[in-house]
């Protein structure tokens, strides 16, 4: 989910990719060392730290305005999308009456498996017991939730036994991740340059400006993307008595709040299980794995 947070650490980073191309210890296309950083310049940066505005280091700092948060309508309804897929690491596999479920070496357990059993004592037509994996799962305790379920099965570690008369199926899937957009909105980010003279100023708000004047769209550390737009830019020399000489750059970012959910691929149409996958009331891997 992208906020203020996650946006501003995003610009950082982009920042940082294209003004510093050989890391930032190297320092900038300017020539000098280089700080980005969220927030404001602090004492430090004027004086009291290894490197400081008087030495010769340049700073780029990242702040949003409160005052500039707006709403943006969106379409009602609320929708919502799939997005990544992930594919299981807990398996279901049937050979005769006998059921076993497996997890990958080194996984966390995650996806859906289960059985569906015809022949089981006292139920007519078939049976269906299905668990969806979470992380402290094991092979174990999901072949016990599932065998608890199905009349006549019993489930002894990672396997279950079904009645004699008992015809089975094996059903895996995997998972999708969901998202919702619960809320759009803009604001503005103001990306200042600092440096200690007009002329260092000058050559980093240029940098700046190059590296993000072709960018319209950043996505961030959860997978949000949101719109940045280059707004007003100035010099600002109120402190240039101290040495300081400033230039903030206004940014108008559009970006939604959305809402991440995991679910089962075969409660979101089968989407990305695979040819071997017969679609009906229930998803089954007709090849038993």
Same mark, same amino acid.
């Given at each position: 989910? +992208?906020? @203020?947070? $996650?946006?501003?650490?995003?610009? !950082? &980073?982009?920042? #940082?990719?294209?003004?510093? /191309?050989?890391?930032?210890?190297?320092?900038?296309?300017?020539?000098?060392?280089?700080?980005?950083?969220?927030?404001?310049?602090?004492?430090?940066?004027?004086?009291?730290?290894?490197?400081?505005?008087?030495?010769?280091?340049?700073?780029?700092?990242?702040?949003?305005?409160?005052?500039?948060?707006?709403?943006?309508?969106?379409?009602?309804?609320?929708?919502?999308?799939?997005?990544?897929?992930?594919?299981?690491?807990?398996?279901?596999?049937?050979?005769?009456?006998?059921?076993?479920?497996?997890?990958?070496?080194?996984?966390?357990?995650?996806?859906?498996?289960?059985?569906?059993?015809?022949?089981?004592?006292?139920?007519?037509?078939?049976?269906?017991?299905?668990?969806?994996?979470?992380?402290?799962?094991?092979?174990?305790?999901?072949? +016990?939730? @599932?065998? $608890?379920?199905?009349?006549?099965? !019993? &489930?002894?570690? #990672?396997?279950?036994?079904? /009645?004699?008369?008992?015809?089975?199926?094996?059903?895996?899937?995997?998972?999708?991740?969901?998202?919702?957009?619960?809320?759009?909105?803009?604001?503005?980010?103001?990306?200042?340059?600092?440096?200690?003279?007009?002329?260092?100023?000058?050559?980093?708000?240029?940098?700046?400006?190059?590296?993000?004047?072709?960018?319209?769209?950043?996505?961030?550390?959860?997978?949000?993307?949101?719109?940045?737009?280059?707004?007003?830019?100035?010099?600002?020399?109120?402190?240039?008595?101290?040495?300081?000489?400033?230039?903030?750059?206004?940014?108008?970012?559009?970006?939604?709040?959305?809402?991440?959910?995991?679910?089962?691929?075969?409660?979101?149409?089968?989407?990305?299980?695979?040819?071997?996958?017969?679609?009906?009331?229930?998803?089954?891997?007709?090849?038993?794995?």
């Amino acid at each position: 989910m +992208a906020d @203020i947070s $996650t946006i501003s650490t995003t610009i !950082a &980073a982009a920042l #940082a990719a294209a003004l510093c /191309p050989d890391g930032t210890a190297s320092g900038a296309v300017t020539g000098r060392p280089l700080v980005i950083r969220r927030g404001a310049l602090t004492q430090a940066d004027l004086g009291d730290a290894a490197r400081t505005l008087q030495q010769g280091c340049d700073f780029i700092t990242i702040a949003d305005l409160a005052e500039s948060w707006a709403r943006v309508d969106e379409p009602l309804g609320r929708p919502w999308r799939m997005d990544a897929t992930a594919p299981a690491t807990v398996h279901m596999a049937v050979s005769g009456t006998t059921a076993t479920v497996t997890v990958d070496a080194g996984a966390t357990p995650s996806g859906t498996v289960g059985l569906r059993a015809r022949g089981l004592p006292g139920v007519p037509g078939n049976a269906c017991s299905l668990h969806v994996a979470t992380a402290t799962d094991t092979a174990a305790t999901i072949a +016990a939730t @599932i065998a $608890t379920a199905m009349p006549g099965a !019993a &489930a002894s570690g #990672a396997s279950i036994t079904l /009645p004699a008369t008992a015809v089975a199926q094996a059903i895996n899937a995997g998972t999708l991740s969901a998202r919702c957009v619960a809320r759009r909105q803009q604001q503005v980010f103001v990306i200042t340059a600092w440096s200690a003279t007009p002329a260092g100023r000058d050559a980093l708000g240029r940098a700046m400006a190059d590296a993000l004047a072709l960018t319209d769209w950043l996505t961030d550390a959860g997978g949000s993307t949101f719109r940045i737009e280059a707004r007003a830019t100035t010099n600002d020399d109120t402190a240039m008595n101290r040495g300081i000489f400033a230039r903030p750059a206004r940014f108008l970012v559009t970006y939604d709040t959305d809402l991440t959910r995991v679910v089962p691929a075969m409660l979101a149409g089968g989407t990305g299980i695979g040819p071997d996958v017969t679609r009906g009331d229930v998803l089954l891997d007709t090849g038993g794995g």
